[in-house]
């Protein structure tokens, strides 16, 4: 299904004057709120096509209805949610499980709804039904020889499928690790994942990316072999320009200072995106900013300084992408709330008096430094992200419209109740 452009035009002018006084308020408040309306218009957040079912634990999954069945719904759900909040306009996707063998049907679907085709993930953390060895030990890192080609051409392969559709990165995530000690030798499993990946660098095209992602455990709870940011910086510096780190929001130790690493990564030049989440205890996959919204602002805060910087555009110098996959949420209810998590932090990281800072900062005012920050962590930017959004073409408040319009009733009724996303 979509949504007429006249439905979100109607919403609009049924709180047209509500929204106009909070945001005469807002703007006479924030003498930059052209210069920031203008960035929130262009920045735009990948939407992961595993997310779009209900997701799961490894104890259970329990499916809702309406769920996408195939690549081409996955597209149109993207679809809708970018006609909503104007701010979804790119889908990532895994391979095998969004294989597909016409290319130019699915790059003209996606063209039809807006969208771009950002970041490739490949897998090898699962046995597929026709693969002839198995990950149960590892990918990349694997000690038989055999098992690590397979690896690499898979992850050759959805290099030729993302390039068939206009993509422009590869994502690696690796389960690879070990559960014991004495299991594995780090050494060896270090030196045998560059090897692997070297050969998966060579086969990237020019204008591409490599992102490596890192994750401190699951699966494997002993050892990971790409487990923390420097292991990954490691890896893309020995690999050379094309390779960047990717930070996972969940893929650290409790209380780790993501703000700090990526503000390292981005100095060094080796930052390369981010997947946006949110937990409690730890890879919990929740949505973002549902439980830690001042730290997503102060990573916010940090990459705005480091790209001003180097000059690096906010909307396209990195790759912006969400993972989320739980069981209890309407799965499109739950991204319309990250992308609005997500943009509400970053407008606030664009209200902060960076000069202001700046002087605080070198006369050691530590008192002033705080309160700078939270001064714009706690300004409710909430009627600026609804102006862009406005002008952009999208719902003034779209998870309200969302439930307006009954999406949600119309998927079941369109696919049936016990559908199941393909990929989870």
């Known amino acids: 299904m979509e949504i007429e452009k006249y439905q979100i035009a109607t919403h609009n002018q049924e709180s047209e004057t509500e929204h106009q006084r909070r945001f005469d308020f807002a703007a006479s408040e924030n003498p930059r ?72 049907a699915i790059r003209k679907l996606a063209g039809h709804h807006g969208l ?17 060895h198995s990950y149960k030990f590892g990918s990349l890192q694997h000690v038989n020889k055999a098992v690590r080609k397979q690896a690499i051409e898979h992850n050759i392969e959805v290099i030729r499928q993302g390039k068939a559709l206009g993509s422009e990165a590869l994502t690696v995530w690796l389960a690879d690790g070990s559960c014991f000690p004495g299991q594995l030798n780090f050494r060896k499993a270090f030196q045998n994942t560059l090897e692997s990946l070297e050969e998966i660098y060579a086969a990237i095209p020019e204008k591409w990316k490599l992102f490596i992602e890192y994750k401190a455990f699951e699966p494997n709870f002993y050892s990971t072999t790409v487990g923390d940011w420097g292991q990954s910086l490691l890896f893309a510096s020995k690999l050379g320009p094309k390779a960047y780190t990717l930070v996972d929001l969940g893929h650290h ?94 407008t606030q990281a664009l209200l902060v008096d960076k000069a202001a800072l700046t002087i605080a900062q070198q006369e050691n005012d530590t008192v002033r430094c705080q309160e700078i920050l939270q001064h ?39 696919r049936g109740m016990k559908t199941i996303a393909t990929g989870l």
């Open 33 to 104: 709120v052209e210069d920031v309306i203008s960035k929130l218009i262009k920045f735009q957040i990948g939407i992961p096509s595993w997310a779009l079912g209900t997701g799961g634990t490894r104890f259970g999954r329990f499916s809702g209805g309406g769920e996408p069945r195939s690549l081409e719904e996955k597209i149109q759900d993207i679809g809708l949610l970018h006609q909503l909040n104007q701010s979804s306009g790119a889908i990532s996707l895994h391979i095998p499980w969004d294989k597909t063998e016409d290319y130019d």
């Open 116 to 132: 771009r085709f950002d970041a490739m993930n490949s897998n090898t953390f699962q046995d597929q039904p026709d693969q002839a």
């Open 253 to 346: 130790l409790p209380n780790a200072n993501i703000e700090q690493i990526v503000s390292l990564l981005l100095m060094e030049g080796k930052l390369g995106g981010f997947h946006f989440n949110d937990s409690k205890y730890g890879d919990d996959d929740l949505t973002a900013g549902s439980m830690k919204p001042y730290q997503l602002f102060l990573i916010f805060n940090e990459l705005i300084e480091g790209m001003d910087a180097k000059g690096i555009d906010h909307a396209t110098g990195l790759g912006w992408m969400i993972d989320a996959s739980h069981n209890v949420k309407d799965p499109l209810e739950d991204l319309l709330q990250s992308v609005e998590a997500i943009m509400m932090a970053y």
């Open 376 to 414: 714009a962590f706690r300004t409710d930017v909430r009627a600026i992200l609804q102006e862009a959004r406005r002008r952009s073409g999208g719902a003034a408040k779209p998870l309200e419209l969302y439930r307006q319009l009954k999406v949600r009733e119309k998927l079941i009724a369109e």
